[in-house]
């Protein structure tokens, strides 16, 4: 219709076939058609081509076409030749030049004939009906396409052809926008469609949309959700007015403010509160602000002995919130206090406070919270205080009481004093009766020590022990039972002899003379391991550690302990020095050990092993342990505190500076506590200077009770890689080699301790390998004396590297010898060069000793 010229479609045969023909239309208006009609004429082949059409994105077109046909019946004359079809073609092509019609590359779509739906057009004097056909066709292959319309003998005019493809419209469904589409190129094809959120939406689920072939859109799936602050309105997604907030994306729609609440500004997601109130972390946006509350009202406060029920009614105000709780606060330095149900988050309005001091003024003070206290700024809850004063209280019971020196009519009872004791401790009571016997007789002592000595027992006798502490206040409770056995003589005396004929023959090498046996049988010798004297327990036996260490060790609070400086580093973390101010004993200095974060269960495990073993001795040569943190961390282990840090780095900074009487000082303590352990069946295995700590007195003491379990006695282990972890130069040949650690190894480490005092921490076997020292060891090379060495303390030192560990002297004999050289310091006098033993020295009992020198020659010593 639009076009004003001719078409100039290509025509084949170019004259004669097709024509175009301008006719008026219904409305008079003037309109181009094509026109054949060559019906008398037989073998008609008439073509008429369309200009070149593209495609633009469609792949399947709908081509309609409205015509006229005359009926070959209303044409007069004409025989067979009449026709009332013709053909529709089409044919795809990226050319839009193409000059000539290529029949043989057109494809047929249909053959179109004349339906019954004729309109009556009325064309000047003649009236013709108006066919409309419509064929679609895929057209996927190329840029654009031709059609093509053959004639074979009919008489047809061509007044309208329309090409066109379909699309789903753009739309707009679950707040997804999905553009215009084209359909597809099959009528059963579906083509899918995402659809993008609209503005200020959020996707809910991924939104998808199919457009069907006829151009129409299927059920939307998926869909999205306007954001905070913004609700759906109309399809699109609208701010929430002022007054208004939509706090998550999901919620319905706009809401209204909450009480105590507002919102000044369109699209708000949450509402501020109005000032004085607030809003806790936790609570929802559609919860109403609100305010901490007042003070805990009508506090009362009942004192019993040493505690005080404390008791208060809920705030007047509670702010609009049901999560008021109660916390306590004393004032002034407290430990050990202990409150219950708890001290803070308290739902209940009732505390009872114990293990107070007794006779002491408190200030207890009960804050009340809730929910928005922190965030009320003023950080601080709305309490009340009610002072007291306690009153006197007996002391509490004695935790632990321990039995030394046993023989077979006496034993040595020590005890520590109550946690409590609830003022001055004017005397103990001690109770103890045959076990047999129950309490049915019992004997009682008094002492204003802690340590008394039992006497007048029966031998092989197994007793049991109570100790109560006597304060002006009256008695505490007796102790839990203790149970000592005491000794038989008989045994103690065989132990004896077999120890000093099996080892000091060798010391001496010249066979003893037989009064010198018969004289050190006596039991001053004699300290042999015996029932009824406490035996040390592997905190490893125990399945659950926690349990081993609240037996052991006591639990300090944390607010006792005051760090001061970082004095070292160990093997689980910084080791600090500081102050413990426990409850109702003077401030003491205290190393404290703590467990560096990050630590595996094992590493705990081993950390606090040391403390439970530790914790199990009491002697004034090992290093005391005070107590343990473990109920808050870092963990700790608080021992004494030790000025003068490790022995061998004290040593070399002060070489050559010590009498021999002050070394052998030192040895002898270290010997002491040696002896204690070994009568305790504990084995160190890690015995060398840098485990011994000095105190300011120069007295020293054993630590580092750590390696004691890293150790197994596997004796396939020794040669496995763990062997590394033995210190070589320590550790005696059976240790090294099949994992043997006895009392006996621990003696061999202890004459290498020896050998590092005398020398003033010099490094033993210096710079030599550790393979090099197990072979020259393996030879029977042994470590010389050390420069100014007494003979005495050398030769004492071989003995304790004697290969065969039966011959090595046993701690208890190790501790006389020194004894006696202290006792007599001009036997320390001889250094260097000599050849004699010494053995004169062993028993400062005797009468009288003979001799024999390796040269063969005697010596008698009378009145030693
Ligand atoms: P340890 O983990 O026991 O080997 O301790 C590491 C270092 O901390 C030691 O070598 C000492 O210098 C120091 N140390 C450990 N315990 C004490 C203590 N009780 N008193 C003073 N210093 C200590």
Redesign the pocket.
Known sequence: RTVPGELKWAASPSEGGWEEVSIMDEKNIPIRTYQVCNVLEPNQNNWLRTDWIPRSGAQRVYVEVKFTLRDCNSLPGVTGTCKETFNLYYHESNEDRESYIKENSFIKVDTVAADESFTQVDVGDRIMKLNTEVRDVKVTTRKGFYLAFQDVGACIALVSVRVFYKTCPLTVRNLATFPDTITGADTSSLVEVRGSCVNQSEEREEPKMYCGADGEWLVPIGGCLCNPGYEEKGGACKACSAGFYKAKSTDPGCAKCPPHSHSLRDGATVCDCHSGFFRADSDPPSMACTQPPSAPQQLISVVNETSVVLEWAPPHRLGGRSDTSYSLDTMGWECNVLFSPGQAGLKTTRVVVSELRAHTHYTFIVHARNGVSQASGAGAAQSVSVSVTTNQATPSPVSFIQATDVTRHSLSLSWQQPDRPNGVILEYEVKFYEKDQRERSYRIMRTFSRSVDVTGLNPLTVYVFHVRARTAAGYGEFSTPFEFSTNSGIHTAMFTVFIISRSYTTISHPPLHPSFSSLVSSPALASPTVAGVKIYVDPFTYEDPDQAIHEFAKEIDVSCIHIEKV??????GE?C?GRLRAQGKREIYV?I?SLKAGYSDKQRRDFLSEASIMGQFDHPNI?RLEGVVTRCKPLMII?????N??LD?FLRKHDGQFTVIQLVGMLRGIASGMKYLSDMNYVHRDLAA??I?VNSNLVCKV??F?LSRVLEDDPEAAYTTRVRHIPIRWTAPEAIAYRKFTTASDVWSYGIVMWEVVSYGERPYWDMNNQDVIKAIEEGYRLPAPMDCPVVLHQLMLDCWERDRAERPTFSQILNMLDKLIRNPGTLRRTGGERYLNVALLDCDCVSVSITTFEGQHFTFKEV
Do not use: P, Q, W
């Open positions: 004095i070292g580093m160990g093997e689980f080791v020095s190393a050990k290093i021992t004494e505190y030790m000025e840090g490790s780095a840098r485990n700590l630590s580092d750590g």
